[in-house]
């Protein structure tokens, strides 16, 4: 079992930016895929960032502004966030897949993006 805990969400003007943490409780292998997804009110969660094996995969509305990046050395995941856009407000979590079918998630962290 792995736990996922997510942080550095907030309140943040349009245009400014914020980095997100996800901590594992255990290693990060590198075929492991670790994604960020987002759920805003009365919506469905989407996949805003993956990266697995140095591979990474971005949401169109995303690409050019966020960032993903892995840190093996303390187990965490990172979704750098510039140039946020009150689009971008929700709740912002952290999955990580592994080969075989382990699926594990965050609780999420909520992110405000005020106009």
């Known amino acids: 079992q792995v736990h996922l805990v997510e942080s550095g969400g907030g309140l943040v003007q349009a245009g400014g930016s914020l980095r997100l943490s996800c901590a594992a409780s255990g290693i990060i292998f590198s075929n492991d895929v670790m994604g960020w997804y987002r759920q805003a009110p009365g919506k469905q969660r989407e996949l805003v960032a993956a990266?697995?094996?140095?591979?990474?995969n971005y949401a169109d509305s995303v690409k050019g502004r966020f960032a993903i990046s892995p840190d093996s050395a303390k187990n965490t995941a990172y979704l750098q966030m510039n140039n946020l856009k009150p689009e971008d407000t929700g709740v912002y979590y952290c999955r990580m897949q592994r080969p075989g079918g382990m699926d594990y998630w965050g609780k999420g962290t909520l992110v405000t993006v005020s106009s």
């Open positions: 990266i697995s094996g140095g591979m990474t």
